[in-house]
Every structure is written in C-alpha cells, then in structure tokens.
C-alpha cells in the first residue's frame, strides 16, 4: 500500500512540475480561423462586409475577407487585390 501512494505521489509531482505541454493545450488559446487553401479570383466589392488578417500563430499568412451572406474567404497575403482591400478597410475605419 505504500509503494502504490508513493508511487502515485511521484507520479502527480512529475505532472505538476513537468514542461512538457500537450499541442492541444498549448494552442488553445489560439484562433479558430487559420487558411490553408487560398481563393486566385477577386470577389466584388459590394459583396464584401470586411477583411482581417490571420492571426501570427497560424502556419500561414493570409487575408479572411468576410462577405455580406456571412462566408469566410481566404486570400494569400501576396495577393494584390487583398493587400489593397485590407488597406481599404484599415483606412476608412481610422479617419
């Protein structure tokens, strides 16, 4: 009985004290929305109700245009056309 409450003693003192952190629990605190698949084709600006970028810890690097109908559309952060809607949007809501 001893070696077993030792034992399990030992074992939540390695739990408490270990560094070692699972990459669910590590990232959870992390966006939802990351892109992995990007769309080449302009949408129309009048279908469009925002954009925002992905945030620094998803893999890769990307513009969500969110349209009036409530989808979610990923574009490349090398694509011009994205560039130039999120400095559109980032400048209108400034002034």
Known sequence: MKTLCFSLGLLLLTLCCCDAIPKGVKFSTAPQTCCFSFKTSATPL??????????????????????????????????????????????????
């Open 46 to 95: 009048k279908f469009v109700s925002s954009v925002a970028q992905t945030h620094s810890s998803c893999p890769k690097k990307a513009f969500i245009v969110h349209t009036v109908k409530g989808r979610q559309i990923c574009y490349s952060q090398t694509f011009k056309w994205a560039q130039d809607l999120y400095r559109l949007h980032n400048t209108e809501g400034s002034s």
